[in-house]
């Protein structure tokens, strides 16, 4: 699930953070994903937009909270009826910056470092005292 990403580099330079938000904040806008009533966080990839067939990802949603796990098929139903449609949602309706946070991400993050973990386990061999 992991690709090789600049957020975290970026994320850990303030100076740098300041300079890419505006451009990042701007991108989320010009994608169109908040005006569907997705959530796309900025820096990352979209959780609405996760590709559902990897077995750690289906995980990760069975972890979700009902609610959330709701809201999530209820965002995506919507934006792909709009799309259809070709309409978007009234501005009162658009997922605002301060709603768009991440929900998905982290748990897939903790279930890879869980799974590296558990690699690492298994792969330790244990050598006798001489």
Not at 65 to 91: G, N, T
Not at 102 to 123: M, Q, V
Request: aromatic residues 8%; hydrophobic residues 40%; proline residues 8%.
């Amino acid at each position: 699930m992991s690709q090789p990403s600049l957020a975290l580099f970026i994320w850990k330079r303030p100076w740098l953070r300041r300079m890419i938000m505006p451009i990042a904040e701007w991108y989320a806008n010009a994608a169109g994903y908040r005006q569907l009533g997705l959530k796309s966080v900025h820096l990352s990839m979209a959780d609405d937009l996760i590709p559902e067939e990897s077995e750690l990802v289906q995980k990760a949603l069975q972890r979700l909270p009902p609610k959330e796990a709701y809201d999530r098929v209820f965002r995506m139903r919507r934006a792909m009826q709009c799309s259809l449609s070709h309409h978007l949602l009234p501005k009162e309706q658009w997922t605002k910056p301060e709603e768009d946070v991440a929900y998905l991400l982290p748990i897939i993050k903790e279930l890879e470092a869980g799974a590296r973990e558990r690699d690492d386990l298994e792969s330790m061999s244990v050598k006798p005292k001489k």
